[in-house]
């Protein structure tokens, strides 16, 4: 479990933010493929100034289901940022050695 931004409008705890890279789109689509590369690979410093806490708790979550080497089973479950701030909910399944 990781939160995404924080910055989804007025009240939002970072205010509006129109960055030019959505770091929760990216994120949003990484889980919903099963992509583990892209959430490795997310910047850190835009995840900062988008406020996704989430970011570490994310990247380590797909370093460790890349170490399994067998691919992910993925399911997006719910990605929206209802009072501003962003949060997923995914299944992801690895197979086991």
């Known amino acids: 479990m990781g939160d995404g931004g924080a910055r989804w409008g007025v009240y939002?705890?970072?205010?509006?933010?129109?960055?030019?890279?959505?770091?929760?789109?990216?994120?949003?689509?990484?889980?919903?493929?099963?992509d583990t590369g892209a959430l490795t690979d997310l910047d850190v410093d835009q995840a900062a100034a988008q406020r996704v806490s989430g970011r570490a708790a994310l990247q380590v979550m797909a370093s460790a289901a890349a170490l399994n080497g067998a691919g992910v089973g993925s399911e997006l479950l719910y990605a929206d940022a209802p009072f501003g701030v962003t949060y997923f909910v995914a299944v992801w399944s690895c197979a086991s050695f």
Do not use: K
């Open 12 to 34: 939002a705890p970072g205010h509006l933010d129109t960055a030019p890279v959505d770091v929760d789109e990216v994120v949003r689509r990484a889980l919903a493929d099963g």
